[in-house]
């Protein structure tokens, strides 16, 4: 069974930085892709960002130029830096792997005032 560990969730005032982090352990398949997706409250799940084994990474342009992804697919660790964070940044983010977050709780991220 897959084991995600994932940390660095928070509670920041509006313009801090968060930095997530995600390890991931008991991998029995291939990993090409890692990254994050998060849901806020009565809202559907999202794509934050992903980054694949190439080097290349998408973003959602929510978050573009405020966050940046990084992975080491030989550790199989993904990390989130978060900068200049919003109010509408508030969500359980979830680590991913090749697209799906069927393994970790989560880390909860608030920004507010």
């Known amino acids: 069974q897959v084991q995600l560990v994932e940390s660095g969730g928070g509670t920041v005032q509006p313009g801090g930085s968060l930095r997530l982090s995600c390890a991931a352990s008991r991998i029995t398949f291939g990993i090409y892709a890692m990254g994050w997706y998060r849901q806020a409250p009565g809202k559907q799940r999202e794509l934050v960002a992903r980054?694949?084994?190439?080097?290349?990474?998408i973003y959602a342009d929510s978050v573009k130029g405020r966050f940046t992804i990084s992975g080491n697919f030989v550790q199989t660790t993904v990390s989130l830096q978060m900068n200049s964070l919003k109010p509408e940044d508030t969500a359980v983010y979830y680590c991913?792997?090749?697209?799906?977050?069927?393994w970790g709780q989560g880390t909860q991220v608030t920004v507010s005032s």
């Open positions: 991913s792997l090749n697209g799906k977050t069927d």
């Open positions: 980054i694949t084994i190439g080097g290349s990474t």
